[in-house]
Structures are given as structure tokens and as C-alpha cells.
Antibody, heavy 124, light 107 residues
Framework: EVQLVESGGGLVQPGGSLRLSCAAS????????MNWVRQAPGKGLEWVSY????????YYADSVKGRFTISRDNAKNSLYLQMNSLRDEDTAVYYC?????????????????WGQGTMVTVSS | DIQMTQSPSSLSASVGDRVTITCQAS??????LNWYQQKPGKAPKLLIY???NLETGVPSRFSGSGSGTDFTFTISSLQPEDIATYYC?????????FGQGTRLEIK
């Protein structure tokens, strides 16, 4: 079964740090670009970050640039999000999402597989 | 950044109704537009990619159209299980953006 499972969420004080993980299974993780998407309570979806299959290309939303770092370990089939200098407004459910890309035929430039999400709460 | 304006923000319809949601991009994004469905407490699910292509396994009552700046998502005959929030998403720009969502309810 194709699956993404996030972990690492929790309660952290403003200014603190947290590292999220996303474990992939059921597909060749190293062939796919990956993303993090978040959703604040009662709000819409916000894209956070992108990493290509080889880690050669990385993008961040302006709201997290300089504070968050995306990375991956293809040998461990895992995606990560290091979150530093956390703010109240970072409180959200964080999803990892696979980008279908050209590995799928026909190519699917969309987020075709999502994890169940992990909750991050930033509060004093 | 490319802004995505989705309308309406909420919609109430009856089972069997035809439902239409629109999404407008702040600049030309060709057909780089996807649609997702999110049910309460669940992760989003891809329905339509490249503006009009139906994702594998998605019922044919869902469809999408448009290009450039104006896009439409349609449910041809609303079913009770379609109650959810729907989001458009552009990927023309590396900085991906979503519409604000349309909450669909049963009348």
C-alpha cells in the first residue's frame, strides 16, 4: 500500500524548534519530489516547502523562508522538516505530500498522495 | 506570488444538483491547475490535475475545465458523499498556492 506517515508534531513554545518526519512506503521514494503543506485550525491549505527527488532543488514559502529547512534521506525513505524560531502562526496540521510528476504515466504534476498529518501547536 | 481567487466560499445544494466552483488566477497559469477534495478531519485528495484530467479512481461526475486565468470545477450530480471543502491549486510558479476553499453543504 502506498503510504505516507508523518510524526514529530507536538506542543512547543514560541521561538522553539521541532523536527517533523514523514515515512514513505509502498513506492520508490527516491523517484518522487515531495512537499510539506500545512493547515491552520479552521483555515485553508498553505503550501510550505518543496524538495526534488535528488534534493537538488528546494523551495520555500515566504512565510517560512529562513526558519524552516526541508530535507530527505532516500536510503531511509524519509522526508523531514526542521522548524526553528517557531511562531504562534505556525500552529497547524502539517501534511507531507508526494508529487506525482513524470514518474507517473501520464505525468501528474499534482500532490497525488498525502499523509494523515501531524499537529504542531506553538503556544506559551 | 500568484493569487488564486476561488468562489463561492460556501455553497449549499441538493442531492442530484449540478454544482460549479470557479477559480481565478492573478496571472496566466496555462493549464497548471489542480483540484482537491478535503473531508473533515482528513487529508486532501486529488480529484483533477492539469485543469481537466480526472485522477485515477475518481468518479466521472467530477470534471474540470479552463486555461489561462479562469477555471471551473463541476460536480454533475451531487451525491451525499461529496460533502467536503474543495480547493484549487496552481503550480505554474515554483511557489505553489491554493485557493481559499469552497465549503459544500447539502441543502
Amino acid at each position: 500500500e502506498v503510504q505516507l506517515v508523518e510524526s514529530g508534531g507536538g506542543l512547543v513554545q514560541p521561538g522553539g524548534s521541532l523536527r517533523l518526519s514523514c515515512a514513505a512506503s509502498g513506492f520508490t521514494f527516491s523517484s518522487y519530489s515531495m512537499n510539506w503543506v500545512r493547515q491552520a485550525p479552521g483555515k485553508g491549505l498553505e503550501w510550505v516547502s518543496y524538495i526534488s527527488s535528488s534534493s537538488s532543488t528546494i523551495y520555500y514559502a515566504d512565510s517560512v523562508k529562513g526558519r524552516f529547512t526541508i530535507s530527505r534521506d532516500n536510503a531511509k525513505n524519509s522526508l523531514y522538516l526542521q522548524m526553528n524560531s517557531l511562531r504562534d502562526e505556525d500552529t497547524a496540521v502539517y501534511y507531507c505530500a508526494r508529487e506525482g510528476g513524470t514518474t507517473r504515466m501520464p505525468p501528474v504534476d499534482a500532490f497525488d498522495i498525502w499523509g494523515q498529518g501531524t499537529m504542531v501547536t506553538v503556544s506559551s | 506570488d500568484i493569487q488564486m481567487t476561488q468562489s463561492p466560499s460556501s455553497l449549499s445544494a441538493s442531492v442530484g444538483d449540478r454544482v460549479t466552483i470557479t477559480c481565478q488566477a492573478s496571472q496566466d497559469i496555462s493549464n497548471y491547475l489542480n483540484w482537491y477534495q478535503q473531508k473533515p478531519g482528513k487529508a486532501p485528495k486529488l480529484l483533477i490535475y492539469d485543469a481537466s484530467n480526472l485522477e485515477t479512481g475518481v468518479p466521472s461526475r467530477f470534471s474540470g475545465s479552463g486555461s489561462g486565468t479562469d477555471f471551473t470545477f463541476t460536480i454533475s450530480s451531487l451525491q451525499p458523499e461529496d460533502i467536503a471543502t474543495y480547493y484549487c491549486q496552481q503550480y505554474d510558479n515554483p511557489l505553489i498556492t491554493f485557493g481559499q476553499g469552497t465549503r459544500l453543504e447539502i441543502k
